[in-house]
């Protein structure tokens, strides 16, 4: 799966699953499945191979969700064209955050404190704001045509967010053969080094935070079409941040595949958590915290370092 | 001969210490200088200054005749001045291949010419054998190798070596001089700060001495093992007396 025809198996297999079900509860849970795969490539552009760790993709989620869902409720805006807009709108915010903490040089711990209270304050402002309908939520009026970004089954919106997840399994493989991948990946190993071969270390950094901003962003405009409904809390809230970092370290951080293959089995040890417990709530997260260490601990290179080890 | 590198004036404090006190070196056009003194002399610091990794009290830094004093790391870099750092910092998650190609970047846009130059740059320094070794796995002269190797990926001008010999072993002393004579015969102009005081005297053509931040001696290497500041920069006050005393006694 080293080529452009890796991806192209991958997501020919996915294309199939509405074809072979037309079950809702397994569409609507690979489209869930896709939709955290998407947002957690996002975070592996700068977290996996810019080594940049974020612990506020929500931040960039939110901005997209809210952006696409606004300027339909409010302004009418055509919904595809709120698409394009959110996802501007999310890079933009990842500009910004980026700007101000490379900037000033934060690091590590410090530069993931940071993104955590950008979210935090966007996740404030938003349940406040009247335009985001503060602790009312807003709600994209219900309009099933195509044109619309609304769809009557679940297999179109599948196969959308499918192609989302293509795309951006394309720009990674993209970056992974250029020259700015090359400095992303020296940016992460070591900093000094990078500088001394004459690579603009902020500005590597700025790139990739507006890339991994955009493609995050670009799945909060899918959710905000596919549930309707957003809150502060849905859209700004811790909860989308750490699905954004549990899959690619999961899966395989810095790897192509890694996101994906995360979000795939942290969707699945959910779904069965929430069957054997009976939707005990908040159980499924301590199931999360427990792989988490668990692959820290024993396969820092995720599920993709595993399989690359045995074969 | 024309002059590459001017260093004037130098100094900077960290705090309560002085740590280079208005320094000043020359460095000519295909030549290797070779900068000595004690430990914590600043040789470090002013390398650092040089390539703009940390910013002079005050002072000033020429290159090819223009002002360089203050410019971040990667213009200096893309200037053509190279440096290798004194503990090997290698992109430790990537190949020989892959650290040596960062730095074929510089000049080439193309993933595939950067992975190709790199080999040449290997065989440069006698890493060709190594080009798939993970970094990570090399032992400290295959690490001193590869910073060289990445250094000289930028196709620089001047090439600032901190310390490349040391930690090696007679042998490995041995095999990396010629690598650095091959290296100047390219045209390249080299300053290194080294300790291994034999290989200065076989590379160097011009030796600065710094002692306590200060330029306390230059001049050709045999002429300054001889000069009685230097002897007693090293071993003391008096030393240079009393070693001329127990020759001739």
């Known amino acids: 799966m080293r080529s452009y025809g890796g991806i192209a198996l991958v997501v020919a297999a996915l294309a199939c699953v509405p074809l072979l079900t037309a079950s809702n509860v397994v569409l609507n849970f690979m489209v869930v499945a896709l939709l955290i795969a998407l947002v957690g490539q996002?975070?592996?552009?700068?977290?996996?191979?810019?080594?940049?760790?974020?612990?506020?993709?929500?931040?960039?989620?939110g901005t997209g969700a809210y952006v696409t869902a606004i300027l339909q409720?409010?302004?009418?805006?055509?919904?595809?064209?709120?698409?394009?807009?959110?996802?501007?709108?999310?890079?933009?915010v990842g500009a910004v955050t980026g700007v101000l903490s490379f900037r000033s040089g934060l690091r590590g711990s410090y530069f993931a404190l940071v993104t955590l209270a950008f979210a935090e304050v966007l996740r404030i402002v938003a349940s406040v704001a009247p335009i985001t309908g503060a602790g009312v939520g807003t709600l994209v009026k219900l309009d099933l045509r195509w044109e619309a970004?609304?769809?009557?089954?679940?297999?179109?919106?599948?196969?959308?967010?499918?192609?989302?997840?293509?795309?951006?399994?394309?720009?990674?493989?993209?970056?992974?053969?250029?020259?700015?991948?090359?400095?992303?990946?020296?940016?992460r190993e070591n900093e000094d080094a990078a500088r001394a071969v004459g690579i603009d270390v902020v500005r590597v950094k700025l790139t990739a935070m507006i890339l991994s901003a955009a493609i995050t962003?670009?799945?909060?405009?899918?959710?905000?079409?596919?549930?309707?409904?957003?809150?502060?809390?849905?859209?700004?809230?811790?909860?989308?941040?750490?699905?954004?970092?549990?899959?690619?370290?999961?899966?395989?951080?810095?790897?192509?595949?890694?996101?994906?293959?995360?979000?795939?089995?942290?969707?699945?040890?959910?779904e069965i958590t929430k069957l054997m417990t009976g939707h005990a709530p908040g159980l499924d997260l301590v199931i999360y915290g427990a792989v988490l260490i668990l692959v820290v601990a024993y396969a820092p290179r995720g599920i993709a370092g595993l399989l690359r080890r045995r074969t | 001969m024309t002059e590459i590198l001017r260093v004037e004036h130098i100094s900077r404090r960290f705090g309560g210490l002085l740590a280079l006190d208005r320094a000043s070196f020359t460095a000519d056009e295909g030549r290797i200088v070779a900068l000595v003194g004690p430990n914590g002399a600043g040789k470090t610091t002013l390398f650092s200054?040089?390539?703009?990794?940390?910013?002079?009290?005050?002072?000033?830094?020429?290159?090819?005749?223009?002002?360089?004093?203050?410019?971040?790391?990667?213009?200096?870099?893309?200037?053509?001045i190279a440096r290798t750092f004194q503990i090997a910092q290698p992109f430790t998650g990537l190949t020989v291949r892959e650290n040596i190609a960062v730095g074929s970047h510089l000049s080439r846009p193309s993933r595939a010419s950067a992975l190709a130059a790199a080999e040449d740059v290997a065989d440069a320094v006698g890493l060709s054998a190594m080009l798939e070794t993970p970094a990570a796995s090399l032992t400290v002269a295959g690490r001193k190798r590869l910073e060289l190797a990445r250094a000289l990926a930028i196709e620089p001008r001047l090439l600032l070596l901190d310390e490349v010999l040391?930690?090696?072993?007679?042998?490995?002393?041995?095999?990396?001089?010629?690598?650095?004579?091959?290296?100047?015969?390219?045209?390249?102009?080299?300053?290194?700060?080294?300790?291994?005081?034999?290989?200065?005297?076989?590379?160097?053509?011009?030796?600065?001495?710094?002692?306590?931040?200060?330029?306390?001696?230059?001049?050709?290497?045999?002429?300054?093992?001889?000069?009685?500041?230097?002897?007693?920069?090293?071993?003391?006050?008096?030393?240079?007396?009393?070693?001329?005393?127990?020759?001739?006694?």
């Open chain 1, 42 to 61: 996002g975070w592996n552009v700068l977290g996996g191979y810019g080594g940049q760790y974020s612990f506020g993709h929500a931040a960039f989620f």
């Open chain 1, 73 to 92: 409720v409010r302004y009418g805006v055509n919904a595809w064209l709120g698409l394009v807009i959110g996802i501007a709108a999310g890079a933009l």
């Open chain 1, 149 to 187: 970004f609304q769809f009557q089954s679940r297999a179109p919106f599948y196969w959308i967010i499918l192609a989302f997840v293509a795309v951006s399994l394309l720009i990674v493989k993209r970056i992974e053969g250029s020259r700015f991948g090359a400095y992303l990946v020296a940016v």
């Open chain 1, 217 to 270: 962003a670009a799945g909060g405009c899918f959710y905000a079409q596919y549930f309707l409904f957003l809150d502060a809390g849905i859209a700004y809230g811790p909860w989308i941040s750490v699905e954004a970092l549990l899959a690619p370290i999961i899966g395989g951080i810095g790897t192509i595949y890694g996101p994906l293959l995360g979000a795939l089995v942290v969707k699945t040890l959910g």
């Open chain 2, 49 to 80: 200054i040089i390539t703009g990794f940390l910013k002079p009290t005050e002072g000033r830094v020429f290159y090819q005749g223009a002002e360089i004093t203050g410019e971040p790391p990667h213009l200096i870099a893309r200037r053509g």
């Open chain 2, 166 to 249: 040391a930690g090696l072993n007679p042998s490995e002393i041995r095999d990396m001089v010629p690598v650095i004579q091959a290296i100047r015969a390219r045209g390249i102009t080299i300053v290194m700060i080294e300790h291994v005081m034999q290989a200065v005297m076989s590379l160097a053509e011009q030796v600065f001495v710094l002692a306590e931040g200060r330029m306390i001696a230059m001049g050709p290497p045999l002429a300054i093992a001889a000069d009685a500041r230097v002897i007693e920069a090293y071993l003391g006050h008096g030393a240079a007396q009393r070693m001329r005393g127990a020759a001739h006694g």
